[in-house]
C-alpha cells in the first residue's frame, strides 16, 4: 500500500514538473525564434533576396516545436532492417506501382530514354517518399526549415535551405503557394529539398515554373535528373543479399551511410565465407562490392552493395533507406 501511494505521489510529481516545465520552455523558445528571425531577415536581404519576398514569406513563420522532436527520431534510423523495408516494399507498394505505371507509362517510358534511369527506380521512389502524391505532408515549410534553422544542431544545413528557396521563391521559380510539406524542408512528390530544386530541378513541361506537386512531367524529370546527375548506371544492380558460411572479419563490415568502404571482388567475398541469401550458392557480382550490415552485427540482414546503391544515399544518407528503393524496385521489375 505504501509502495502504491509512493508511485502515485511519484507520478503527480513528475507530472507537475512536466507542466511547470515544459510550456515555459517552450515559450522560452518562441521568443529567442522571433529574435533570431528579425536577424534572419536581414541576412536573407543581405544575400540579395527583395525585402518584400522576405516579408511576404517570413512574416508568419512560426516555431514548431514538433519539428524538433520529429529531426531526433527518424524511422530510417531506429527502426530493425527488416521491419522498415516490409513497411515499405510490401504488396500495397507492388500494386500501387503496377496502377501508376499503366496511369503514367508515357512520361515514365519518356524520362526513362531520356535520362537512362529504370522506371522502377523512379516509381520506387515515389512510392516510399510519398505514396505516389498521396502523402505530401502538411507541414509549413516555411516555418519547418525555420524552426531547423534556429536550432543549433543543424543550424548551418537548414539556415542555407531556407535561403535557396527564398530566392527560389523570390525569382518565381518556385511557388509560395506549393510549401506545404514534410517536417524537414522537403516537398513535391519526390520530396526534393530547396538546394535539390536549385540543382536538379526541371521545368519539363514549359510552363516557367517548377511545380513538383501538381506537374508529374516536371516530377518525374526532375526525379530522374536527379538520379542521372550523381552518376547512376543504367541497367545495373544495387546489390545482392548474403550470409556468412563462416566468421567474417567485423573490419570489412560497414554500418555508416558516409563512409562505404572495404570494395572487393566476388572471389574475394566467396574465399572469406558469404553466400547468396536465396541460392546459397556463391557470390556472382561483376563489379567490387561492399559488405553492408545496417543493423550493425551479424543478426542483422547482410548485403554485398555496388555504386548505384551509393548513388541512392546520396538522395537519402540512411542504409535502409536505399536497401529499401532497391527492394521494391527490384519486386516491381520482376512482377512486371
Same mark, same amino acid.
Given at each position: 500500500m505504501i509502495i502504491k501511494k509512493m508511485s502515485k505521489i511519484f507520478k503527480i510529481i513528475v507530472?507537475?514538473?512536466?507542466? !511547470?516545465?515544459?510550456?515555459?520552455?517552450?515559450?522560452?523558445d518562441s521568443h529567442d525564434f522571433n529574435l533570431w528571425l528579425e536577424d534572419f531577415k536581414k541576412k536573407a536581404i543581405q544575400n540579395g533576396i527583395s525585402k518584400t519576398t522576405v516579408n511576404d514569406v517570413l512574416n508568419n513563420a512560426v516555431f514548431l516545436e514538433n519539428v524538433i522532436v520529429?529531426?531526433?527520431?527518424?524511422?530510417?534510423? /531506429?527502426?530493425?532492417?527488416?521491419?522498415?523495408?516490409?513497411?515499405? *516494399?510490401?504488396?500495397?507498394?507492388?500494386?500501387?506501382?503496377?496502377?501508376? @505505371?499503366? %496511369?503514367?507509362y508515357k512520361i515514365l517510358d519518356k524520362v526513362e530514354k531520356e535520362f537512362n534511369v529504370e522506371k522502377e527506380i523512379i516509381l520506387a521512389l515515389w512510392s516510399i517518399e510519398t505514396n505516389f502524391g498521396n502523402n505530401f505532408g502538411k507541414m509549413d515549410i516555411i516555418s519547418s526549415l525555420a524552426t531547423l534553422s534556429f536550432d543549433k544542431r543543424r543550424s548551418a544545413f537548414f539556415t542555407k535551405e531556407l535561403l535557396i528557396l527564398l530566392s527560389l521563391i523570390d525569382k518565381k521559380i518556385v511557388a509560395k503557394e506549393m510549401l506545404f510539406g514534410s517536417w524537414a524542408g522537403a516537398v513535391g512528390n519526390f520530396q526534393f529539398m530547396p538546394s535539390t530544386i536549385l540543382n536538379y530541378g526541371i521545368d519539363y513541361d514549359k510552363d516557367d515554373k517548377i511545380e513538383l506537386k501538381k506537374s508529374l512531367p516536371d516530377a518525374i524529370a526532375s526525379a530522374a535528373n536527379y538520379i542521372q546527375s550523381i552518376g547512376w548506371t543504367y541497367k545495373s544492380t544495387c546489390f545482392e543479399r548474403v550470409d556468412f558460411t563462416k566468421t567474417v572479419d567485423k573490419k570489412l563490415f560497414n554500418h555508416s551511410a558516409r563512409n562505404i568502404k572495404n570494395r572487393h571482388n566476388s572471389k574475394f567475398?566467396?574465399?572469406?565465407? !558469404?553466400?547468396?541469401?536465396? =541460392?546459397?550458392?556463391?557470390? %556472382?557480382?561483376? &563489379?567490387?562490392?561492399?559488405?553492408?550490415?545496417? %543493423?550493425? %552485427?551479424? *543478426?542483422?540482414?547482410?548485403?554485398?552493395?555496388?555504386? &548505384?546503391?551509393?548513388?541512392? @544515399?546520396?538522395?537519402?544518407? *540512411? !542504409?535502409? /533507406?536505399?536497401?529499401?528503393?532497391? =527492394? @521494391?524496385? &527490384?519486386?516491381?521489375? &520482376?512482377?512486371?
Open positions: 507530472f507537475t514538473i512536466f507542466i !511547470l516545465y515544459f510550456p515555459n520552455q517552450v515559450y522560452a520529429y529531426d531526433n527520431r527518424q524511422p530510417e534510423f /531506429f527502426e530493425k532492417t527488416n521491419i522498415y523495408i516490409s513497411k515499405r *516494399s510490401n504488396s500495397r507498394a507492388l500494386k500501387n506501382a503496377k496502377r501508376k @505505371l499503366k %496511369d503514367h567475398w566467396s574465399k572469406n565465407g !558469404l553466400i547468396n541469401y536465396k =541460392t546459397k550458392k556463391r557470390i %556472382d557480382t561483376k &563489379n567490387p562490392t561492399a559488405l553492408v550490415l545496417p %543493423d550493425g %552485427d551479424v *543478426s542483422s540482414p547482410k548485403y554485398l552493395v555496388t555504386k &548505384n546503391y551509393e548513388k541512392i @544515399l546520396n538522395w537519402n544518407r *540512411s !542504409l535502409r /533507406f536505399a536497401l529499401t528503393v532497391c =527492394t @521494391l524496385a &527490384n519486386t516491381i521489375k &520482376n512482377e512486371l
